[in-house]
């Protein structure tokens, strides 16, 4: 075990991206899965005091500097734009719903929302296009990224915060009645095809 554990952190040094379980098992010649993950959790732990963790962000594995001690690394703060208020719903309903539709999101919000507004979260890294939905119109779904989990400190969407705040906003609404529509109205189905620089009313 002494020596999978070198190896796996041998292994995520020099990867030049994150790493899951499965995929360190392949590159270390087959080793069992559950001795990797054995590993991994050895070698998490001894670098859990350090200046650098090992940490787990979407089922990937990779190091990162401690984060008490960023401010001494930190030369120049980057200055993200701020969100718009649509653009925060859309990416709260999206990860906690995910995998979801445009037409999904628009009947979660009581609104329709911009082609534009997707592409900002899309352009951040924090969505992606996940597929179609296989009902009438097959309407384009989207899913969060694990640079969503990386940038916001998750582990995985279960550590997600605040969901019963956002639950009394009202986003978090089941979304069955979205696919109820979208079955018996094939033409919601297509919302997602709307011009991409389409400004709803009503939208911030």
Do not use: C, N
């Not at 054995?38 to 963790?53: C, F, N, P, S, T």
């Not at 992606?128 to 916001?152: C, M, Q």
Request: aromatic share 6%; no cysteine.
């Amino acid at each position: 075990m002494d020596d999978l554990v070198r190896a796996v952190e041998a292994a995520l040094f020099a990867a030049e991206e994150p790493m899951t379980a499965e995929a360190l098992a392949g590159f270390l010649g087959d080793a069992a899965v559950g001795d990797v993950r054995a590993a991994l959790r050895r070698v998490a732990e001894d670098y859990e005091k350090r200046g650098i963790h090992l940490v787990e962000r979407g089922k990937r594995w990779h190091f990162e500097t401690a984060p008490d001690l960023a401010h001494l690394l930190r030369r120049e703060k980057e200055q993200l734009r701020r969100l718009s208020r649509a653009a925060t719903e859309v990416l709260a309903i999206i990860a906690y719903h995910e995998p979801v539709s445009r037409a999904e999101i628009e009947s979660i919000r009581g609104v329709q929302t911009s082609g534009g507004t997707l592409d900002v979260l899309m352009e951040a890294g924090w969505v992606k296009i996940a597929g179609r939905r296989e009902v009438p119109g097959r309407p384009t779904i989207y899913a969060t990224t694990p640079e969503f989990l990386d940038h916001f400190g998750l582990s995985s969407r279960r550590d997600l915060p605040g969901i019963a705040e956002l639950r009394a906003t009202g986003l978090l609404d089941p979304v069955e009645d979205a696919y109820e529509e979208l079955i018996s109205d094939p033409a919601a189905g297509d919302s997602d095809a709307k011009e991409d620089g389409e400004e709803a009313s009503g939208e911030a």
